[in-house]
Each structure stands twice: as C-alpha cells, then as structure tokens.
C-alpha cells in the first residue's frame, strides 16, 4: 500500500462500485510505524472525493497508543469536513481497531467546532458476558 497511486485508489473505489460497496474503513497505523500513512491518506480522501465515495479512518491500536491522541486529532481534524468522509447522524465516523481503552472524549473536546462519532472496536466483554448463551 506505501506505493499506491490516486489512480491505484480511483480503481480499487471504481471496482468496490461496481458491486455495490459505499465506502472504506481505512485501517492505519502511525507514521512512526508506516511512514506513508499521512501520504496514503491524503491520496485515498482526494480519490474518494472525485469519485463520490464515502471513507473513514480507523486507528489500529496494535500501533497507536493513548499517548498519541493529539497526532489522531490532527488526523481527525483534518479529513472530518472532506466530502468523503463517512457520516453518522451528523457525526465524522472515526473507529479503531483494539482501541478498547482511548479517551474519545479527548478529540471531541480538542475539535469543538466538528462533531465525531466514535464507533471503536472493543475486544473485552463484560464479566457476566457469556459465549454459550
């Protein structure tokens, strides 16, 4: 994915139409880790925009930690107003991937003027939580 192109995301969008799909999470991690996450972001939003796809950013915890909440709310702020961005009830969707104990709170807070709409992946279940229910 580090060598993606725009026209690499305008065909991987294009075919994702062709058979219906809306839009993208994007799975990421920081650019300590993948250098070109800031790069493929950048390309993947501009290629949704043209093509009117939907896209959301989903941070993997396996990489991201709480101690970068302020580099996600750059992150955030900075593809929550795009055309391309996936909204739920008026919210930018952003997600993650383990991300069981990030302070959401902390992003909304830092970017007042955009509301966000955390739909976090939780791997723990609660202790009365049952498998063979």
């Known amino acids: 994915m580090e060598n993606f192109t725009i026209d690499d995301w305008k065909h991987d969008i294009q075919q994702a139409q062709a058979i219906g799909i809306d839009g993208f999470a994007l799975n990421c991690a920081p650019p300590r880790i993948d250098d070109y996450t800031p790069k493929q972001l950048e390309l993947a939003y501009a290629a949704a925009e043209e093509l009117d796809f939907k896209m959301f950013i989903s941070f993997d915890f396996a990489y991201w930690s709480n101690?970068?909440?302020e580099l996600i709310t750059d992150i955030?702020?900075?593809y929550s107003a795009s055309p391309a961005q996936a909204y739920y009830n008026d919210g930018a969707i952003v997600s993650t991937f383990v991300g069981d104990s990030f302070d959401w709170n902390a992003v909304k807070n830092a970017?007042?003027?955009q509301k966000i709409t955390a739909?976090?992946?939780i791997q723990r279940h609660p202790p009365s939580t049952s498998y063979n229910q």
């Open 67 to 69: 101690g970068d909440t």
């Open 76 to 78: 955030v702020g900075n």
């Open 111 to 113: 970017l007042p003027d």
């Open 119 to 121: 739909l976090p992946n």
